[in-house]
């Protein structure tokens, strides 16, 4: 089978279609013959050495992918064989075939598309999460949005139009605001023309916002904190400030470490703000958790409440160009590998 394989640490030119063996599902298992497969930050940062949990090279990285079932493990329902699913997995999903637990590989109904399926688990699991299971998300509540053109950006936005009256602000290139705003987002902030910490006192007349959701670390952490209300939260769930390019560096993984905030209990206590983070890819032993939170999202994709915005699908064989889109913050919601014709 064909599997994406990030050969060493680099530059885009570092990933490879190989052909491996087939895995065979051991007790408790499926084997899904994957039609896509998701792309995601960290998959990036791992290409570039700086994605910690990653395996080391060579190895196929990827949590999410959706196809079909075609083998069974000891212990699983041979019925099972011939389900279309939605698949979440911790690495090797970025391959024609994957094993994982049976309660991972999701049955998807008819009328969800492969595509769909493929695009929603990590990006919506990872909204879902900070929103409703770490910060309650409550009506009426204002919330910063940081890439709000990015895939969990857009997921965020529309899991906030579920609830009354939220007020959404979203940082996002100029480009992407028309997009944002159609996904649900009220102020589209372009971050590259404006202070987008000042754009929002300004648009709260000084007030700031109750919940901020940060992938970008460094100094950001502290201007969010900053723009908090009382009671308010910052969820911290990555660091996208670490990659600039398509290659790492280490000076600048150097000075975004040396800006990252001091948060202290005394200090937290004395703004009354919180300090969440979050890092579903730590969860994986959490899966009960997991497939309750990614239950939930079908039922609201069922309902027509949510659906994943596909910027691009991209044939596995031009892996690089997908690894550009995102490090050049091209996107416009997620970007999928395809395996089939």
């Known amino acids: 089978m064909r599997a994406l394989t990030i050969a060493r640490h680099g530059g885009p030119e570092v990933l490879e279609v190989r052909e491996i063996a087939a895995p065979e599902p051991g007790p408790g298992q499926v084997r899904v013959k994957l039609r896509f497969a998701g792309l995601n930050f960290s998959d990036v940062m791992a290409r570039q050495g700086m994605y910690p949990d990653a ?19 000891e212990g699983v329902d041979r019925a099972r064989i011939g389900e279309r699913v939605m698949v979440l997995t911790r690495f090797n999903g970025q391959a024609e075939m994957v094993c994982v637990p049976s309660a991972q590989a999701l049955r998807i109904s008819d009328a969800m598309t492969y595509e769909d399926a493929a695009a929603l688990p990590v990006v919506y699991l990872t909204a ?13 509540m204002r919330v910063l949005v940081h890439m709000a053109g990015g895939g969990v950006g857009i997921a965020a936005l529309q899991l906030c139009r579920t609830v009354e009256g939220v007020e959404t602000f979203g940082t996002a290139s100029a480009a992407k605001h028309d997009a944002i705003r159609a996904e649900g987002c009220t102020h589209p902030i372009d971050y590259r023309n404006k202070d987008y910490a000042e754009e929002v006192r300004r648009l709260t007349d000084n007030k700031g916002v109750d919940l901020v959701l ?48 001091m948060f202290t209990p005394m200090g937290l206590m004395d703004k009354n703000r919180a300090v969440a983070g979050v890092n ?9 958790m997991l497939t309750e939170e990614a239950r939930e999202l079908l039922v609201l994709y069922e309902r027509g409440l949510i659906k994943p915005r596909i910027d691009a699908i991209v044939p596995i064989e031009r892996a690089a160009e997908a690894h550009a889109r995102l490090t050049g913050r091209q996107n416009v919601g997620k970007v999928l590998f395809r395996f089939t014709a």
């Not at 190895?59 to 196809?67: A, H, K, P, W």
């Not at 879902?128 to 009426?140: E, T, V």
């Not at 579903?280 to 009960?288: K, M, Q, R, S, T």
């Open 55 to 73: 395996p080391p090279p060579p190895c196929v990285v990827g949590y999410e992918g959706s196809g079909d079932i075609e083998a069974v493990g």
């Open 128 to 140: 879902y999460h900070m929103l409703f299971r770490i910060s309650h998300l409550r009506p009426k």
């Open 214 to 261: 940060d992938p970008l670390g460094g100094r950001d952490w502290k201007k969010g904190i900053e723009l908090l209300r009382p009671a308010g939260m910052l969820i911290a769930f990555g660091f996208a400030n670490m990659s600039t390019g398509e290659t790492r560096s280490v000076w600048n993984m150097a000075t975004q470490i040396v800006g990252v905030p």
């Open 280 to 288: 579903v890819g730590h969860l994986w032993d959490e899966l009960e």
